[in-house]
């Protein structure tokens, strides 16, 4: 969510008044919010070559880029446009380096097939678990990251993109509705019940649902 609507309405004067300086900044505000979004869905195989930091630096290029034309015509909110940037520069880059050698849709469940690169339910699982660091949670978390993994599994690909967009990427009920192309009632329908399904499958664990 734009805590702070009127700064993000500020900047976009701005850059309509010929301040192409205000576009970093614009970028800057959501920044945080868009490496999650590069970290969630970077295939494990390029983690070696390539970090959040290279993607948002090519993907700011892209924005520069099509600044004119969003400006002639914003059909999206200032923060989905930054993110389909993102996401079409992070497919990109999967392309140039993986080529052929994208992502086996059997080796594990994917979340929503949208127009972004797929994150695995394993990748989801790890993100919303978090990292434990002592031998006691390290094995605490390996059979909850298995049982979050098999409760997304059993989800609609839909819902575990929900989950991907409200609880990891952080974005609000209208923006996840116009990213997925869904009301804001069924978005949030899907997200409680995505929610519900991954605390029940934690309930028997120790420490349960805490942290979702």
């Given at each position: 969510?734009?805590?702070?609507?009127s700064?993000?309405?500020?900047?976009?004067?701005?850059?309509?008044s010929?301040?192409?300086?205000?576009?970093?900044?614009?970028?800057?505000?959501?920044?945080?919010?868009?490496?999650?979004?590069?970290?969630?869905?970077?295939?494990?195989?390029?983690r070696?070559?390539?970090?959040?930091?290279?993607?948002?630096?090519?993907?700011?290029?892209?924005?520069?880029?099509?600044?004119?034309?969003?400006?002639?015509?914003?059909?999206?909110?200032?923060?989905?446009?930054?993110?389909?940037?993102?996401?079409?520069?992070?497919?990109?880059?999967?392309?140039?380096?993986?080529?052929?050698?994208?992502?086996?849709?059997?080796?594990?469940?994917?979340l929503?097939?949208?127009?972004?690169?797929?994150?695995?339910?394993?990748?989801?699982?790890?993100?919303?678990?978090?990292?434990?660091?002592?031998?006691?949670?390290?094995?605490?978390?390996?059979?909850?990251?298995?049982?979050?993994?098999?409760?997304?599994?059993?989800?609609?690909?839909?819902?575990?993109?929900?989950?991907?967009?409200?609880?990891?990427?952080?974005?609000?009920?209208?923006?996840?509705?116009?990213?997925?192309?869904?009301?804001?009632?069924?978005?949030a329908?899907?997200?409680?019940?995505?929610?519900?399904?991954?605390?029940?499958?934690?309930?028997?664990?120790?420490?349960?649902?805490?942290?979702?």
């Amino acid at each position: 969510m734009d805590q702070n609507p009127s700064e993000t309405t500020a900047l976009l004067d701005r850059l309509r008044s010929g301040d192409r300086a205000a576009l970093a900044a614009l970028f800057d505000r959501h920044r945080d919010r868009l490496r999650r979004m590069v970290e969630l869905r970077l295939d494990p195989r390029l983690r070696g070559r390539l970090d959040a930091s290279d993607v948002l630096q090519e993907a700011y290029l892209d924005l520069a880029r099509d600044l004119p034309s969003y400006l002639a015509e914003a059909d999206l909110p200032p923060l989905l446009w930054l993110r389909w940037h993102v996401g079409r520069r992070l497919t990109t880059l999967h392309r140039q380096h993986l080529g052929t050698r994208m992502r086996d849709a059997d080796r594990e469940i994917s979340l929503y097939r949208g127009a972004l690169p797929e994150a695995s339910s394993a990748a989801l699982a790890s993100m919303l678990l978090g990292r434990l660091t002592s031998p006691t949670q390290a094995a605490q978390r390996a059979e909850r990251l298995l049982r979050v993994q098999e409760a997304l599994n059993s989800l609609e690909p839909i819902d575990r993109e929900v989950l991907a967009l409200r609880h990891f990427e952080q974005l609000d009920r209208t923006e996840t509705a116009a990213a997925l192309g869904i009301s804001q009632e069924a978005g949030a329908k899907r997200y409680f019940r995505a929610l519900k399904r991954l605390k029940d499958a934690l309930a028997n664990l120790p420490g349960g649902g805490e942290g979702l």
